[in-house]
């Protein structure tokens, strides 16, 4: 207010940048020309111009290896946005005009730990090369190629976060030459060649426990997740980790989980805005390259872990095979709530979800896409896109299964409720049954994928003693074992189909019902003799068959009952 009465208002804008320059590219392994031409690229985060240092102030912005060589007093300004280059010893180092001449040697060959420093004496960036986590960044052999920041918009208070914002140059040669005439293999003074705006990495450690309601946001990430032999980050148990559509998960692991869930994680994104899990290695997020089935092994959820939900994630390269030890990408034990809905899994090593155990098994798999898993090095065998096993339980229904060199589903004494799914190009087009299956409980078979029995000389699927196998009308059993028993019902078989929609018992050879099961197309034609018998033992209960067509099985045996086995017989055709 002045002398007359006058009110003005004045505004100043602030900017609050914890990080307003930083260190942007290094080149401490110099060029194709000379190694000792060595440069350091220095990048200005803020809206406005920085002066670094000159001859009127008496303090300047330093840059200093912790061996202290070299130890740069910084000298100019740094334009907003701009970048600031400084060369070793002379100006022959790139064609670019530097900013300003340094001397001592950057160390050879993982480069410095340098920090920079403002006029205050408080350290506003440091480089990551000697980071166990990301490992040494830029190379010399065989091509010098510098290492490069990836957003220079972006630093982390976490030195293993800010890591793996760092990357070894992409490019193939820029305008910018060495002293020879030949290209710098680097970016200096323009944007760096892996530069992405997107990337905010933050770095999980395999210590990390989340004991409290923790929400991964879609501002950051990638989220790297790294886990050892021993340890792995957990979500504890009356936690909830929440993951916001559009959040990117980079697995870091071997044969251990990347993160055991003990209380509830929600990973719900959108149909538009997916949630990606996949490896650190996938170059279509933002990895390394190289990505390969089973990069990483798997999500873990443990008993009693409830309420888990993922919904439209994407998730590629698990799963984990070695030793013949399979490791799913998803393995849920008994007593876990979990549902899975409309999302893609791809890339996959072998089994994808594995569930297992008597206990209550609230498993829900549904409208989901299965691509391109299993490796195919160990033949479709037992394993499964989604394998149940033990007593387990889990919904499936409304999935496509699509070039899979594996099994769509597989059973191993498990009691899934299978709806409809569709299956394409796979190990076998077929709910794939375990031959050392013991059923010892009520099941129900309803799926309308065919089921087909494995089968060997000693063994085969097995109804137990007291326990009733349902199968509903339309249902398609596809076997291949000649004169030994397929099935053996010790306890009660529940057939009950109609004219209409008949039941049937065929070799995995005929397509004309159940389709190409063997994924072969007319490579096989069915013949008397495919498959030898379905067996009632002197234990079986009052059992019922409606309405089935035994097809292509061993003449006049398909069905072998032992004295004081009661078997209703209705309308049961032998074809053909």
């Known amino acids: 207010q002045d002398t007359a009465g006058n009110i003005g208002t004045a505004t100043k804008q602030i900017e609050i940048n914890p990080h307003p320059v930083v260190i942007n590219e290094l080149a401490w392994m110099g060029t194709a020309a000379d190694e000792t031409d060595e440069w350091i690229e220095l990048f200005n985060a803020s809206s406005f111009d920085i002066t670094l240092g000159n001859s009127s102030t008496s303090t300047a912005w330093t840059l200093t290896a912790t061996d202290n060589s070299p130890n740069i007093t910084l000298n100019g300004t740094i334009r907003s946005r701009g970048f600031f280059v400084l060369e070793r010893t002379n100006s022959n180092s790139t064609s670019y005009a530097e900013d300003q001449i340094f001397t001592g040697a950057i160390n050879d060959p993982y480069g410095d730990d340098l920090t920079l420093y403002n006029p205050s004496g408080t350290a506003i960036d440091a480089t990551p090369l000697r980071s166990a986590a990301s490992g040494t960044i830029g190379t010399k052999t065989p091509a010098r190629k510098t290492a490069e920041r990836i957003n220079p918009n972006y630093a982390s208070s976490d030195s293993i976060s800010n890591a793996y914002n760092w990357r070894t140059a992409s490019t193939t040669g820029s305008a910018i030459i060495d002293a020879s005439g030949t290209a710098i293999l680097g970016t200096p003074g323009s944007q760096n060649s ?15 426990v989340i004991n409290a309601n923790t929400t991964w946001s879609s501002a950051l990430g990638p989220y790297i997740v790294q886990a050892n032999q021993n340890q792995a980050a957990e979500v504890a148990e009356g936690a909830t980790l929440s993951v916001e559509p559009g959040v990117v998960l980079m697995m870091r692991t071997g044969s251990t989980p990347a993160l055991n869930v003990y209380g509830t994680l929600r990973a719900e994104g959108t149909a538009e805005n997916n949630i990606i899990v996949t490896s650190y290695n996938d170059v279509d997020y933002g990895g390394l390259g190289g990505a390969a089935k089973g990069d990483w092994s798997r999500i873990y959820f443990g008993d009693n872990s409830s309420n888990n939900l993922l919904k439209y994630v994407k998730y590629r390269y698990g799963g984990f095979y070695q030793w013949a030890a399979v490791k799913p990408a998803v393995e849920v034990s008994a007593n876990t709530g979990l549902t899975i809905s409309n999302s893609l899994f791809e890339y996959t090593k072998e089994n994808v979800i ?3 155990g008597s206990g209550f098994s609230n498993l829900i798999i549904q409208n989901s896409t299965f691509i391109n898993n299993g490796s195919g090095s160990t033949g479709g065998g037992s394993y499964g896109v989604i394998r149940a096993a033990d007593g387990a339980a889990p919904i499936i229904s409304g999935n496509a299964f699509t070039d899979n060199p594996i099994n769509p589903i597989t059973i191993v004494s498990a009691y899934p409720d299978i709806g409809a799914n569709t299956a394409t190009n796979n190990f076998y087009n077929a709910v794939f049954v375990a031959t050392d299956s013991v059923f010892s409980s009520n099941a129900v078979w309803s799926s309308n994928l065919p089921y087909y029995l494995e089968q060997t000389t000693t063994s085969r699927p097995t109804v137990a003693e007291g326990a009733v196998l349902t199968i509903e009308a339309g249902v398609v059993l596809k076997l291949n074992s000649v ?9 009660s078989l529940q057939w009950l189909a109609a004219e209409s929609n008949p039941g049937v018992v065929t070799s995995l050879y005929d397509d004309a019902y159940g389709g190409d099961a063997n994924n072969n197309g007319a490579a096989n034609s069915p013949g008397a003799g495919d498959w030898g018998r379905i067996r009632f033992t002197s234990t079986t209960a009052s059992s019922t068959l409606s309405n089935i067509k ?3 099985g061993v003449s006049s045996s398909e069905l072998l009952i032992d004295a004081g086995a009661l078997v209703d017989q209705t309308n049961v055709v032998i074809e053909p």
């Open 354 to 356: 594995d569930v297992s």
């Open 550 to 552: 035994l097809r292509y």
């Open 483 to 491: 004169w030994l028993e397929s099935l053996r019902i010790n306890g």
């Open 194 to 208: 892996v530069y992405n705006s997107n990337w905010r990495p933050v770095y999980v450690r395999d210590s990390t």
